[in-house]
């Protein structure tokens, strides 16, 4: 496969990004990233802190423009957010006004092209809230749910209008170790149910082992990549293994130099 | 000594039902009964008497034609604050009239709006609609921009039409901002309407007080002045709670431990 290239179902070419700052000399947030990522693949870009591993995924979501290079989705070029691409963020941004159906719906019934791409909206946003295990929630308001259960209900607002690509940004970060180890079995299980190609952000190097089929190292800012990481370990995976482990301290060596730098 | 702790504990049930605030207003007033009984004062002079007579004199429905009057300014405030809140300061220059204006104390506008309408309703209107207007416009202004960021990014990833963004997520979503700019607004408009009244109008509370005065009736004054309050709180209590009550309340918890799973 071509692993750096252009083509790809989700292709990030040449991207720089360099936002503009108070005393002109601008701060560079991504430096020269291509990446190439195949449909239906799970990966993760892993990095320090404040690297600007979101940052490349805000790119890929449509929410930011890069300075220079291209980025393309399924073929089409990125120049806003879209409901190919679903997003899901650390800290929860369920619409607390609304219950968890209501919020689910949202995404089917906000504009023309996906009413009439989903007649019966609510039937779509019943198997969405079933996939991430919240039956008996629909009509819980955002408030009166654990940390866990937000982020799932935010993943089935995602996967609702059916997205090819689903972008995650740290969204177990928040969460305790153990909601976190059930939440990234779950999300194995929804990425086995439906083939979404994901990429998903995160600074845990333990979190990128147990998901990714290949795991990008960002350096810090500016970010590049500095190596990519493919795992062949069949998944349910034990991050304690020998396979595991030697990627592990391999990837534990790679991100400590990057914090020297600092 | 079985039987009788029930009773105390239904005792103090009511007690925290009622709230100790209510209970010292309420005792405020039967020592201020108190007093006027013990000084020989009229009672019924005093208030029976003073608000039958204001309420015969239709000032009460007089009132509350004003208070209609306010809500121009917060039909406008709220909306162009939204507006504004959501598309960015520039739009329009309007943020910046708004700001440059918005110091202006409301009585300062009195001797323009004398010339423009003389006294009469128009002037009383358009002060209230200035009163009304600045914390509406503000509250509705940094409402939709806290969620600009946070919310909007889900709706546009999503791909939510112009039209769903405003009445999804807007609207709703920054109604706290919004109920309190209803709220200040409100107030603003309320209290303004009794100056600009005695200033500018022919009827009205405030103009019922400013007359009393010059006879000298100072139970009418008071008299005037309770009912102003009174008419305050009751909105306060029964337009505003209410639906704060009937939206913010169903979506968020007020006591810790109610959490689910």
């Not at chain 1, 979404?196 to 190292?217: G, N």
């Not at chain 2, 709220?78 to 739009?91: M, S």
């Not at chain 2, 979506?251 to 109610?258: D, N, P, V």
Request: net charge positive.
């Amino acid at each position: 496969m071509d692993e750096r290239g252009s083509t790809g179902f989700i292709a990030i070419h040449n991207v720089s990004k360099v936002f503009a700052t108070a005393d002109d000399g601008g701060l560079k947030a991504i430096d020269d990233v291509r990446l190439s990522i195949a449909e239906g693949e799970f990966v993760c870009l892993l990095g320090p802190s404040g690297c600007g591993k979101s940052t490349l995924l805000n790119l890929v979501a449509g929410f930011e423009e890069p300075t220079t290079g291209t980025l393309s989705c399924a073929g089409r070029p990125v120049v806003a957010p879209g409901p190919d691409r679903g997003v899901v963020f650390q800290e929860h941004t369920l619409f607390e006004w609304m219950t968890v159906r209501d919020n689910v719906i949202f995404g089917l019934t906000c504009n023309g092209p996906m009413r009439s791409r989903f007649p019966d909206a609510g039937q779509r946003a019943q198997a969405c809230i079933d996939l991430v295990g919240l039956r008996g929630f629909e009509n819980t308001y955002p408030n009166f749910l654990s940390g866990g259960m937000k982020q799932r209900a935010a993943i089935a607002r995602s996967l609702a209008p059916d997205p090819a690509i689903l972008l995650m940004d740290e969204p177990f970060g928040a969460l305790d170790a153990q909601t976190r180890y059930i939440m990234q079995n779950e999300l194995l299980k929804i990425w086995q149910a439906t083939r979404k190609t994901i990429l998903f952000v995160t600074h845990s190097i333990e979190e990128a082992v147990f998901l990714a089929d290949r795991i990008v190292v960002m350096t810090r800012r500016p970010a590049r990549i500095k190596e990519i990481v493919k795992l062949t370990t069949p998944r349910p995976r034990d991050i304690n293994d020998a396979a595991c482990s030697a990627i592990k301290s391999r990837l534990y060596a790679s991100m400590a130099s990057e914090s020297v730098m600092s | 000594m079985s039987d009788r702790t029930p009773v105390l504990v239904t005792l103090r049930e009511n007690l925290r039902e009622i709230g100790i605030p209510r209970l010292l207003i309420a005792l405020f007033l039967v020592v201020l009964f108190g007093i006027a009984i013990a000084t020989r004062m009229d009672l019924a002079g005093l208030l029976t008497d003073s608000l039958l007579r204001a309420a015969r004199n239709g000032i009460l429905v007089l009132a509350l034609l004003p208070a209609v009057q306010g809500g121009v300014g917060l039909n406008f405030g709220l909306p162009i604050g939204i507006i504004c809140g959501y598309f960015g300061k520039t739009l329009l220059g309007i943020d910046r009239v708004v700001r440059i204006a918005y110091p202006i104390p409301t009585i300062a506008w009195i001797p323009l709006v004398l010339i423009w309408f003389g006294p009469g309703t128009s002037a009383i209107t358009f002060m209230v609609f200035i009163a009304a207007f600045w914390p509406t416009y503000m509250q509705a202004f940094e409402g939709t921009r806290q969620l600009s960021t946070r919310y909007l990014r889900v709706a546009r990833s999503l791909g939510a039409s112009r039209k769903a963004i405003i009445v999804a997520i807007l609207v709703p979503g920054g109604l706290p901002y919004l109920l309190n700019g209803l709220r200040l607004g409100y107030g603003e408009a309320w209290r303004l309407l009794v100056a600009a009244e005695m200033l500018l109008a022919t009827t009205g509370l405030g103009q019922h007080i400013q007359v009393s005065r010059s006879m000298l009736e100072v139970d009418k004054i008071i008299a005037g002045m309770i009912v102003i309050g009174l008419l305050g709180f009751l909105v306060e209590r029964f337009v505003f709670d209410r639906v704060e009550l009937a939206t913010l309340g169903s979506w968020y918890r007020r006591e810790e431990g109610a959490e689910i799973g």
